[in-house]
């Protein structure tokens, strides 16, 4: 069982900055993919980002430039650096972890979600 817990939604701004941060918990293989994904209203949920155990990412394109996932392996914990929020950004954000054998994904695990409000 792997646990998820999220922090760090919240109200902002436009322009402003956001940073979310996911800790997971419980049996975590030592190779796996953290990432956020999101869901606006009447929309599919959608990849933000993503960061494998070796520290290779991959970001959506509207948040190139302005996003950036991070990950402390010691403490299983994945962070999304958000800057110059739009508008555009509202959106529950969920964590998940992947655990991947030989690339292949075993099994993944999502967090709750937590809500993003950016404010024009």
């Known amino acids: 069982q792997v646990q998820l817990a999220e922090s760090g939604g919240g109200l902002v701004q436009a322009g402003g900055p956001l940073r979310l941060s996911c800790a997971a918990s419980?049996?975590?293989?030592?190779?796996?993919?953290m990432g956020w994904y999101r869901q606006a209203p009447g929309k599919k949920r959608e990849l933000v980002a993503r960061?494998?155990?070796?520290?290779?990412?991959n970001y959506a394109d509207s948040v190139k430039g302005r996003f950036t996932i991070s990950r402390d392996n010691a403490k299983n914990t994945v962070y999304l650096q958000m800057n110059i929020l739009k508008p555009e950004d509202t959106a529950v954000y969920y964590c998940?972890?992947?655990?991947?054998?030989?690339?292949?994904?075993?099994?993944?695990?999502w967090g709750q979600g937590t809500q993003v409000t950016v404010s024009s």
């Open positions: 960061i494998t155990s070796d520290a290779i990412t």
């Open positions: 419980g049996t975590i293989f030592s190779s796996n993919a």
């Open positions: 998940a972890i992947c655990m991947l054998s030989g690339g292949v994904v075993i099994r993944t695990t």
